[in-house]
């Protein structure tokens, strides 16, 4: 089966802060998402990754940066916490190939700036 | 542009009951079509997919759902809920042309009453 996970399930930041948001696949896949997921709101991309150091933006970059060394592993990064960044996290992978390949999701993590 | 709208935030249902979730999408191309489902505390699973062929598309825990192409929906069924089912439902649309981007519906969540 494959298993993304991520570092922490809850967080707690105050504003300020830098903050490191860590995923981890061990399909091989090529591709990784993160994802801000806020009631109402659905999710919404922050950032991709199609390979090793390569990123895109998503629709909601302002705010973050991301970091991919190695292909298991995607960071998202928060320079200075702000509390409208309390949020869900969601990270996602899926393999390169067709681009209806399914993503597969991490658990979450729920980050709350003070 | 692209998206997904999900018309119910809340459904509430008995358990036994027959249930249909809602799904319209605005895509320019042939769509590909997802639903996830998203259990308290957890991150998205993927339910089914659509990408061609059989318009009628079976998914995991006795999910289903019809792609109507004169309607712009992929409505999600099952025909009788169980109290597990109990959880929140995205639908998606995607990848945009080009890119890996998918586009999630706001999400619908689903209480079960005994």
């Known amino acids: 089966d494959v298993k993304v996970t991520q570092s922490s399930r809850y967080l707690v930041k105050r504003t300020g802060e830098k903050v490191f948001l860590e995923c981890v696949q061990d399909?091989?896949?090529?591709?990784m998402f993160w994802y801000r997921q806020d009631p109402g709101l659905g999710l919404r991309l922050i950032y991709f990754?199609?390979?090793?150091?390569?990123?895109e933006k998503g629709d909601i970059p302002e705010g973050y940066s991301v970091s991919r060394e190695k292909k298991e592993r995607f960071s998202l990064i928060l320079e200075s916490a702000s509390t409208n960044q309390t949020s869900m996290y969601l990270c996602?992978?899926?393999?390169?190939?067709?681009?209806?390949?399914?993503?597969?999701f991490g658990p979450g993590t729920r980050l709350l700036v003070l | 542009a692209q998206s997904v709208t999900q018309p119910d935030i809340h459904i509430t249902v008995s358990e036994g009951a027959s249930l249909e979730l809602r799904c319209n999408y605005s895509?320019?191309?042939?769509?590909?079509l997802f639903w996830y489902v998203q259990s308290p505390g957890q991150g998205l699973q993927l339910l089914l997919k659509?990408?061609?062929?059989?318009?009628l598309v079976q998914g995991i825990k006795g999910f289903e759902a019809e792609f109507k192409r004169s309607q712009s929906s992929f409505n999600l069924r099952k025909p009788s809920v169980h109290w597990s089912d109990a959880a929140e439902y995205f639908c998606?649309?995607?990848?945009?042309?080009?890119?890996?981007?998918?586009?999630f519906g706001t999400g619908t969540r689903l209480k079960v009453l005994a």
């Open positions: 990754s199609y390979d090793v150091k390569m990123k």
């Open positions: 399909m091989d896949h090529e591709n």
């Open positions: 659509y990408f061609s062929g059989d318009t």
């Open positions: 996602a992978s899926s393999p390169r190939g067709t681009v209806q390949e399914t993503q597969y």
């Open positions: 895509y320019g191309a042939t769509p590909y």
């Open positions: 998606a649309v995607g990848p945009d042309s080009g890119t890996y981007k998918y586009i």
